[in-house]
């Protein structure tokens, strides 16, 4: 038979007491929250200190690489869903890869409308991004690459209610050229990240019937 001497009721902690305790335990958690959860998991740094001890950096890593995984599977759905389509005619050899959607009725074989030349110096890991504003079935000749190396990119566009809508993507590359055709109104372009040692510069061309050009990132 098992015998177990009761604790002295002097022995046990008060109400008072085990109060103090759980206000202390939660005080600490959220001090460990704000200086080093919340910098390291997701960049936010609201004290400063994680900037100082280095977490916010890796959050903002983290963050930065769970949108490009978002990105990419968004994309790699987007490409699923192309290639179960009917394949359209295959292009001449040496010619350039169109990055399109769709052609409109009535639109001219060549597009017409701006020129512009746009060129970004990207370090080692560094991202940017250049949109341009089109309507439906605008079409866009578009040249760009690569100086100093290759990068990871992705043709893609947005609009208010379309977060995202792919186009194309690849890795290592060091240019691409064709003739991007917009799906519907909003901005249509491309999202570069240089994967080299080195920093890198891209010539972006683009000629057709688009607005403004601006880099988002």
Same mark, same amino acid.
């Given at each position: 038979m098992f015998n177990a001497q009761r604790p002295n009721l002097d022995d046990l902690p008060t109400n008072r007491q085990l109060i103090r305790a759980t206000l202390i335990a939660?005080? *600490?958690?959220?001090?460990?929250?704000?200086?080093?959860?919340?910098p390291s998991e997701y960049g936010v740094d609201?004290?400063?200190?994680?900037?100082?001890?280095?977490?916010?950096q890796m959050g903002?890593?983290?963050?930065?690489?769970?949108?490009?995984a978002a990105q990419d599977a968004a994309a790699d759905a987007a490409a699923a869903e192309r290639t179960s389509r009917p394949a359209p005619a295959q292009a001449s050899a040496g010619s350039a890869q169109?990055?399109?959607?769709?052609?409109?009725?009535?639109?001219? *074989?060549?597009?017409?409308?701006?020129?512009?030349?746009?060129?970004?110096?990207?370090?080692p890991g560094q991202g940017a991004e250049i949109k341009l504003t089109a309507d439906r079935g605008a079409r866009i000749a578009f040249n760009w690459s690569v100086e100093g190396g290759h990068v990871n990119y992705d043709t893609h566009a947005d609009a208010p209610g379309i977060s995202y809508h792919g186009y194309g993507k690849g890795r290592e590359s060091t240019g691409e050229q064709g003739e991007l055709i917009a799906a519907f109104d909003? *901005?249509?372009?491309?999202?570069?990240?240089?994967? *080299?040692?080195?920093?890198v510069t891209i010539t972006l061309r683009t000629q057709g019937e688009y607005g403004?050009?601006?880099?988002?990132?």
């Open positions: 939660a005080a *600490s958690a959220g001090a460990l929250l704000v200086a080093v959860i919340l609201p004290t400063g200190a994680g900037r100082v001890l280095g977490l916010t903002e890593i983290k963050v930065q690489l769970a949108e490009e169109p990055t399109v959607v769709q052609a409109q009725p009535g639109r001219p *074989s060549a597009p017409a409308g701006r020129n512009d030349t746009t060129r970004l110096t990207l370090a909003g *901005s249509h372009g491309w999202f570069w990240r240089n994967r *080299s040692g080195a920093p403004e050009v601006k880099r988002v990132v």
